[in-house]
């Protein structure tokens, strides 16, 4: 008498079934695990709306230029500035766009990358007898501060009402050395770290 042949385990039967089936569609069953990593975060560089127009609320709108990875970015801000003469009012908006600089980025800026090189504490005065009529004069010397900073300066000025509007801003410091015209070019804002921006002397009074 033939010995009765043993049934499979009801398991081993099912996992024969669902490898019949992966085969049947074209998909080779695998026992390593997938593993597709965490979810994506915040993308670099980037801040959704609410985040990006939190401070604009109230004031004058503004942008800032703040440092994100290599680059320069420009970042919504307001400004408070009060009524007054053409020029003081200039100054009263360099030096909120001065404030605005030399804050700590928000959170969600932090997350996404943004920081800051200039330092807190800097002051924006109107121009000195002799220099030309839109200087801004820093309470530190353009030339002593990094490459990164005086970019961020140069081209957040030269693009607002601080400035004239052409993509330049004229820079002085607390001493006598002349004044400077600073332009806030693509290849500054591309490599603010390559090198400081590109500058003449400023004449005229």
């Known amino acids: 008498m033939r010995g009765r042949r043993k049934a499979a385990p009801p398991a081993v039967v099912g996992v024969a079934v669902l490898g019949a089936l992966l085969s049947g569609c074209g998909i080779r069953a695998t026992e390593v695990p997938t593993d597709f990593g965490p979810a994506p975060s915040r993308v670099r ?3 959704g709306e609410p985040e990006g127009s939190g401070r604009a609320a109230g004031g ?3 942008q800032v230029f703040l440092v994100c990875g290599p680059s320069l970015v420009a970042v919504d801000r307001a400004v408070r500035v009060g009524d007054g003469a053409t020029d003081a009012r200039r100054v009263l908006v360099a030096q909120g766009l001065m404030d ?3 804050r700590e980025p928000t959170a969600a ?3 996404a990358g943004y920081t ?3 330092r807190p504490g800097t002051t924006v005065t109107g121009p000195r007898a002799g220099d030309p009529e839109d200087t801004l004069r820093l309470s530190a ?3 002593g501060l990094s490459a990164t900073a005086l970019a961020q300066i140069v081209c957040t000025f030269s693009d607002s009402a601080a400035a004239e509007g052409d993509g330049s801003v004229i820079l002085g410091g607390p001493d006598d050395a002349t004044p400077r015209r600073y332009r806030c070019t693509d290849d500054v804002r591309a490599r603010p770290a390559a090198g ?3 500058s003449a002397e400023a004449v005229g009074g």
């Open 45 to 47: 560089c980037s801040l």
């Open 60 to 62: 004058l709108a503004v």
């Open 100 to 102: 605005e600089l030399t």
């Open 109 to 111: 800026e932090r997350e």
């Open 116 to 118: 800051t090189r200039v």
């Open 141 to 143: 010397p353009p030339a």
């Open 196 to 198: 400081k921006p590109p």
